[in-house]
């Protein structure tokens, strides 16, 4: 199933909560947590207390993606301020099998996350202990960047060894991730979808919440136009064997 996890990094940080909120009636049921260090990549941004604060403002799933060097330092504070899900980047974990059982043993979802550069195969052996692989179609650090074809590419492969290897795992995509991209992103076989300027950035995250996933949910044949006027009550499920069926044969 196609859903959207709404990147807080391009929202309004002074009302966040607000913000948090506006994607949530929007249709985003994932809030996306950049953590940066500002040495693995060149920008600061948070840590635990304001994923504590988040806890607070959202039921949906904190999906706390880390952009740290030293990330096995912080699992047991994100753990104890209520994220759901953990990612690590492959590039940042020197022993990345013990950093995502770390993650595991907390009691939390674990991840791995591939910059643009970083070739899908290098975590097969891995891929049987992660709750998803992100893809980085962007290079991590900044919003509103534009999207790197070749991600398409990361995405249709990693989809492929998913089937292969019989997992479940699912895929997620981050950076660029916009009206003009978002069909192919789908359609390639991405479920979990990033976005934080498409969400956030003119300031009216349910409108444009609501229309990005809309479109990204009709181009993976779950949509309808009901859903689109934003006035379907139901389920989607024939949708979703469809979007399933699409990502094995991507
Ligand atoms: C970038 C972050 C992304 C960022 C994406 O390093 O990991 O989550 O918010 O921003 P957009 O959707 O604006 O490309
Ligand atoms: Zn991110």
Not at 121 to 137: A, C, E, Q, T
Request: include cysteine; proline fraction near 4%.
């Amino acid at each position: 199933m196609i859903e959207l996890a709404a990147s807080i990094l391009s929202a309004d940080f002074a009302h966040l909560a607000d913000e948090v909120s506006e994607a949530e009636r929007g249709g985003a049921t994932v809030i996306h947590v950049d953590v940066m260090d500002g040495h693995f990549v060149p920008n600061i941004t948070l840590g635990p207390p304001v994923v504590k604060s988040l806890r607070k403002a959202t039921k949906l799933p904190l999906d706390c993606h880390l952009m740290i060097e030293n990330a096995d330092e912080f699992i047991p504070a994100l753990a104890d301020a209520g994220a759901n899900w953990v990612s690590v980047h492959y590039e940042a974990c020197r022993h990345l099998h013990r950093s995502l059982e770390l993650i595991a043993q907390h009691g939390m979802k674990p991840a791995v996350v591939l910059n643009p550069a970083t070739r899908v195969g290098l975590v097969r052996d891995i891929l049987p202990m992660v709750h998803h692989v992100l893809i980085m179609s962007v290079n991590p650090g900044f919003g509103g960047q534009q999207f790197i074809p070749f991600s398409l590419d990361k995405i249709r492969y990693l989809a492929e060894l998913r089937a292969e290897l019989g997992l479940a795992f699912r895929i997620e995509v981050d950076g660029g991730v916009a009206h003009d991209t978002v069909a192919r992103v789908v359609q390639a076989g991405a479920e979990l979808l990033v976005a934080g300027n498409a969400v956030f950035g003119a300031g009216e995250a349910e409108k444009d919440a609501r229309a990005l996933l809309a479109a990204a949910r009709e181009a993976a044949g779950e949509g309808s136009s009901r859903e689109r006027a934003g006035t379907a009550p139901g389920s989607k499920s024939g949708g979703r064997s469809k979007a399933r069926t699409a990502s094995k044969v991507a």
